[in-house]
């Protein structure tokens, strides 16, 4: 190799220098017109052509100063070689009494000396990943929404469809829908997170106090810095306050109450303490069917046993005590059942609680020694006249201290819905009552590793539970924005559920909370079939069918579960009451289309 460079060391020549692995290549001179190759063929023709001189290669090669690395592997051999096949320079003779090609030749013989390495296996492939990560599913943002995109982004490109945006009903994310904010969280969140407003006569006082007092409860006085794992101190105080007025007096401990990344990570975090065993000791954990797949997502990563319970469709999704037996005894043969989940206000369902019935599901956990984990977060998006929402906090202790002494109940809420709709900002809290003391210095150590929830995310939670109150500034602009928006979700619960009912084939029960619709839908025996024929589910099938022809993005039922044979999807009410018609109106009309289609 070292004389192949020698032979380049004359003037008027192209000069390489070689090395062990790559050769440097110098070219001087000005550009020539005449060029329309690529640089990278160009860098490959002059390795190739070794023994031409620049000059009797003027035809198709510039003159210019660069200099570059080339990595001399086979694949730049089999350019430069087609390069030399195309006539690129003359093929006589050189003064060396040898033709270009040959030169080529000769090249290709010196690199290899030196063979291309092959490429190094993948040490993560779908084979070695962690099989209870490949085993989560999360349908909220799922296929369907994979499809929403790719249809978006056609969109942009100009592409022609029935429709002209995509309609993301597939999530509760209220200001993606267009819910303003509320002023006065957002008020005290500019003030935390840019201190020097806090002299702007354009700030209330009221919101520039419990902005004061979160900054000093931070280190540094600001919310870039780290709190502790449990949460920054006083806005725990706030929380526990807060539970104690909702609660009716009922007392809350700071010190049993941990702020979260969203109630998400309150649920994934308490799990992993809960979870153990193997075989049939392994922990089973009780949910909802139809359920929020979050549960039986972070289950799977887990490598726990999922135990469905089934919800009474037939009585706008009531809990049943005995199905809760049923599920648990045969539960009982595989696995060992431990954790009760309940969500209430339901999602997808939108049912709310009695109280009858929380106190049978309280009392059902004390008999089977069940941890209770209540999924409180739609607390403040009751809509029925009928319906009222009861903390499992409040109704256990006052079902006395047989139970409020001994029932382990974690419970969580969080600023992504109720009227807040801050999702964003990843705001929560738990509350874990009944904890043994050496396990709550494990659940400390476990949410120690993750250093602290966004202290950001923190504030807007303390927002949330310390709102203005009747005689400060802010109060009766914060209580009409927040009357205004769940008097709205009100509405278009009622708005949805009767226009749903007027649709041949589809039924939906009363929306009594949260902010869903979860109609059931009638699906033809042929509209099955073809589902079966292309590996979809009846349901996806359905909803993919939906995104196409009219752009309106749900969620298969099957995402959430749902009993044998029946066919549903979620729907959020959340689009303004205008848009929310127009959803509706389209698909009453694709429905009914769909139904004649398949017929």
Same mark, same amino acid.
């Given at each position: 190799?070292?004389a192949?460079g020698?032979?380049?060391?004359?003037p008027g020549w192209v000069?390489v220098g070689?090395s062990a692995?790559?050769?440097?290549?110098? $070219?001087?001179?000005?550009?020539?017109?005449?060029?329309?190759?690529s640089?990278?063929e160009?860098?490959?023709?002059?390795?190739?052509?070794?023994?031409?001189?620049?000059?009797?290669?003027?035809?198709?090669?510039?003159?210019?100063?660069?200099?570059?690395?080339v990595?001399?592997r086979k694949?730049? #051999?089999?350019?430069?070689a087609a390069l $030399?096949r195309?006539?690129c320079?003359?093929?006589?003779?050189?003064s060396w009494?040898?033709?270009?090609?040959?030169?080529?030749?000769?090249?290709?013989a010196?690199?290899?000396?030196?063979?291309?390495?092959s490429?190094? @296996?993948?040490i993560?492939?779908?084979?070695?990943m962690?099989?209870?990560?490949?085993?989560?599913e999360y349908?909220?943002?799922g296929?369907?929404?994979?499809?929403?995109?790719e249809?978006?982004?056609?969109l942009?490109?100009?592409i022609k469809?029935?429709?002209?945006?995509?309609?993301r009903?597939?999530?509760?994310?209220?200001?993606?829908m267009?819910?303003?904010?509320?002023?006065f969280?957002?008020?005290? #969140?500019?003030?935390?997170?840019?201190p020097n407003?806090l002299?702007?006569p354009s700030?209330?006082?009221?919101?520039?106090k419990?902005?004061r007092r979160?900054?000093?409860?931070?280190?540094?006085?600001s919310l870039?810095?780290?709190s502790?794992?449990?949460?920054?101190?006083?806005?725990?105080?706030?929380?526990?306050?807060?539970?104690?007025?909702?609660?009716g007096?009922?007392?809350a401990?700071?010190?049993?109450?941990?702020?979260t990344?969203g109630?998400?990570?309150? =649920?994934?975090?308490i799990l992993?303490i809960? $979870?153990s065993g193997?075989?049939?000791?392994?922990?089973?954990?009780m949910i909802?069917?139809p359920q929020?797949?979050l549960?039986s997502?972070?289950?799977?990563?887990l490598d726990a046993?999922q135990?469905?319970?089934?919800?009474?469709?037939?009585n706008c999704?009531?809990l049943?005590?005995n199905?809760l037996?049923?599920a648990?005894?045969?539960?009982?043969d595989?696995?060992?059942?431990?954790?009760?989940?309940i969500?209430?206000?339901?999602n997808?369902?939108?049912?709310?609680?009695?109280r009858?019935c929380?106190?049978?599901?309280?009392h059902?956990?004390?008999?089977?020694?069940? +941890?209770l984990?209540?999924d409180e977060?739609?607390?403040?998006?009751?809509y029925?006249?009928d319906?009222?929402?009861h903390?499992?906090k409040?109704?256990?202790?006052?079902?006395g201290p047989?139970?409020?002494?001994?029932?382990e109940?974690?419970?969580f809420?969080?600023?992504?819905k109720?009227?807040m709709g801050e999702?964003?900002?990843?705001g929560g809290?738990m509350e874990? =009552?009944n904890?043994?003391?050496?396990?709550?210095?494990?659940?400390v150590?476990l949410?120690?590793?993750?250093?602290?929830?966004?202290?950001s995310g923190?504030?807007?939670?303390d927002?949330?539970v310390?709102?203005?109150?009747?005689?400060?500034e802010?109060?009766e602009q914060?209580?009409?924005?927040? @009357?205004?928006?769940?008097?709205?979700?009100a509405?278009?619960?009622?708005?949805t559920?009767?226009l749903?009912n007027?649709?041949?084939?589809?039924?939906?029960?009363?929306?009594?909370?949260? #902010?869903y619709?979860?109609?059931r839908?009638?699906?033809?025996?042929?509209a099955?079939e073809?589902?079966?024929?292309?590996? #979809?589910?009846?349901?996806?099938?359905?909803?993919?069918k939906?995104l196409e @022809?009219?752009?309106i993005?749900?969620v298969p039922?099957?995402?959430?579960?749902?009993?044998?044979?029946?066919?549903? +999807?979620?729907?959020?009410?959340?689009p303004?009451?205008?848009k929310?018609?127009?959803?509706?109106q389209?698909v009453?009309?694709?429905?009914?289309n769909?139904?004649?289609?398949?017929?």
């Amino acid at each position: 190799m070292h004389a192949l460079g020698a032979a380049f060391a004359k003037p008027g020549w192209v000069r390489v220098g070689a090395s062990a692995a790559r050769w440097r290549v110098l $070219v001087a001179g000005g550009p020539k017109p005449g060029w329309h190759g690529s640089l990278k063929e160009l860098l490959a023709g002059l390795v190739c052509g070794t023994a031409a001189r620049l000059g009797q290669c003027a035809t198709c090669l510039f003159s210019f100063s660069f200099c570059a690395k080339v990595s001399l592997r086979k694949r730049a #051999m089999q350019r430069a070689a087609a390069l $030399v096949r195309r006539g690129c320079g003359p093929r006589t003779p050189s003064s060396w009494g040898r033709s270009q090609s040959s030169a080529a030749a000769e090249a290709s013989a010196v690199l290899k000396v030196r063979p291309e390495r092959s490429r190094r @296996e993948r040490i993560l492939t779908l084979e070695s990943m962690n099989p209870q990560v490949k085993a989560v599913e999360y349908a909220v943002r799922g296929p369907i929404v994979l499809k929403a995109g790719e249809i978006e982004l056609e969109l942009q490109r100009g592409i022609k469809k029935p429709f002209t945006e995509v309609i993301r009903a597939n999530i509760g994310d209220a200001q993606a829908m267009g819910q303003q904010p509320i002023t006065f969280l957002r008020q005290v #969140m500019a003030l935390c997170t840019y201190p020097n407003l806090l002299d702007s006569p354009s700030f209330p006082e009221d919101a520039k106090k419990r902005a004061r007092r979160i900054l000093q409860a931070c280190g540094g006085h600001s919310l870039g810095s780290y709190s502790a794992s449990q949460g920054v101190n006083c806005i725990r105080e706030d929380v526990a306050a807060y539970i104690t007025r909702r609660d009716g007096g009922v007392p809350a401990d700071p010190d049993n109450i941990y702020l979260t990344t969203g109630a998400s990570d309150g =649920i994934s975090t308490i799990l992993k303490i809960l $979870v153990s065993g193997g075989g049939k000791s392994r922990t089973g954990v009780m949910i909802p069917i139809p359920q929020y797949p979050l549960y039986s997502a972070v289950i799977s990563e887990l490598d726990a046993i999922q135990v469905n319970y089934y919800l009474d469709e037939e009585n706008c999704w009531a809990l049943n005590v005995n199905e809760l037996r049923r599920a648990v005894q045969e539960a009982k043969d595989h696995c060992d059942p431990k954790v009760l989940c309940i969500i209430n206000p339901g999602n997808p369902t939108g049912q709310v609680q009695s109280r009858k019935c929380i106190e049978d599901v309280i009392h059902f956990a004390w008999e089977e020694k069940l +941890f209770l984990l209540a999924d409180e977060v739609y607390q403040d998006n009751v809509y029925s006249p009928d319906c009222r929402f009861h903390s499992f906090k409040k109704v256990l202790y006052e079902m006395g201290p047989e139970y409020s002494s001994n029932v382990e109940l974690a419970s969580f809420h969080s600023t992504s819905k109720g009227y807040m709709g801050e999702c964003g900002y990843r705001g929560g809290y738990m509350e874990v =009552i009944n904890l043994h003391p050496e396990i709550k210095g494990q659940l400390v150590k476990l949410l120690s590793v993750r250093l602290c929830p966004p202290v950001s995310g923190q504030a807007a939670m303390d927002i949330v539970v310390n709102p203005p109150v009747a005689g400060e500034e802010s109060f009766e602009q914060f209580s009409r924005e927040k @009357e205004s928006v769940l008097g709205n979700l009100a509405k278009k619960a009622k708005l949805t559920e009767d226009l749903f009912n007027q649709v041949p084939g589809i039924h939906c029960n009363p929306l009594q909370g949260a #902010m869903y619709a979860f109609p059931r839908i009638f699906i033809p025996v042929k509209a099955v079939e073809a589902a079966q024929a292309h590996q #979809m589910a009846p349901d996806m099938f359905y909803c993919m069918k939906l995104l196409e @022809e009219t752009g309106i993005c749900v969620v298969p039922g099957s995402g959430f579960g749902q009993r044998e044979g029946t066919y549903h +999807f979620r729907m959020t009410i959340l689009p303004p009451v205008e848009k929310l018609k127009t959803v509706l109106q389209k698909v009453k009309d694709f429905h009914i289309n769909f139904l004649e289609k398949y017929a």
